[in-house]
């Protein structure tokens, strides 16, 4: 099979002496893997870095089999932010979070909009809060809706509202419940907005499922004490 496509680099490992194989989360084929050969030489090497947008030229045999990539960088993503250590570690969580939960070979337009969405908006004042959403949206996108909305009519002011969802007790900040998208929040909202939408993705994708939460979004909510 043989197609192009634009695409995000999710991981990267590996692959024999001078190759890695790489997973890319492809506009038209959703999340896909391949073999780069010469991705170690410092050309290829130098721009194949997680969440830099690529060009891909996809050639393989079967559906079956793995394939092969011919990559080119569109736009360099992660070296803008190599000191700034939370918008690094933010689209570290990204790459590793997509890559670990989105199907093989299915598209999400709707998911790839998104997430193309967030990286053209790093720049603002009000990233993690436009993170924070980002993730709310994934979590729908991907099958189960908190179904927040209920819980608006209940709101009354606070910063933080308990409510009860399937049987786990959350604490949600009031801005997230009324999609209230703003540059005025306090660290200490930020984290717990983290930590709920951490909670909530364990608790319906990882742990389900026997998989490994992503240590860089752990780290994320550590900047924001």
Avoid at 72 to 86: H, M, R, V
Avoid at 160 to 172: A, P, Q, S
């Amino acid at each position: 099979m043989n197609w192009e496509d634009e695409c995000y680099l999710l991981s990267k490992s590996k692959f024999r002496e001078n190759a890695n194989i790489i997973n890319v989360f492809s506009q038209s084929k959703g999340k896909v893997s391949g073999v780069v050969y010469g991705g170690n030489s410092r050309k290829i090497r130098n721009y194949l870095q997680l969440s830099n947008k690529l060009f891909i030229i996809h050639n393989s045999k079967s559906e079956n089999k793995l394939g092969y990539f011919k990559t080119e960088l569109l736009k360099p993503i992660s070296p803008l932010y190599f000191n700034d250590k939370e918008r690094t570690t933010a689209l570290l969580s990204l790459c590793s979070i997509l890559n670990i939960l989105l199907p093989e070979a299915q598209p999400n337009e709707k998911i790839y909009k998104s997430f193309e969405n967030f990286i053209n908006s790093i720049n603002l004042k009000n990233w993690i809060i436009l993170y924070i959403f980002f993730e709310l949206n994934l979590i729908r996108d991907l099958g189960y809706d908190p179904n927040l909305d209920k819980f608006k009519n209940e709101t009354k002011g606070d910063q933080i509202k308990k409510v009860k969802i399937d049987n786990f007790l959350y604490e949600i900040p009031e801005f997230i419940i009324l999609r209230n998208v703003t540059n005025e929040i306090s660290n200490d909202l930020i984290k717990k907005s983290l930590y709920f939408t951490r909670n909530i993705i364990q608790n319906k994708f990882f742990i389900p499922n026997n998989l490994l939460f992503p240590r860089s979004r752990v780290l994320l909510e550590n900047y924001f004490n």
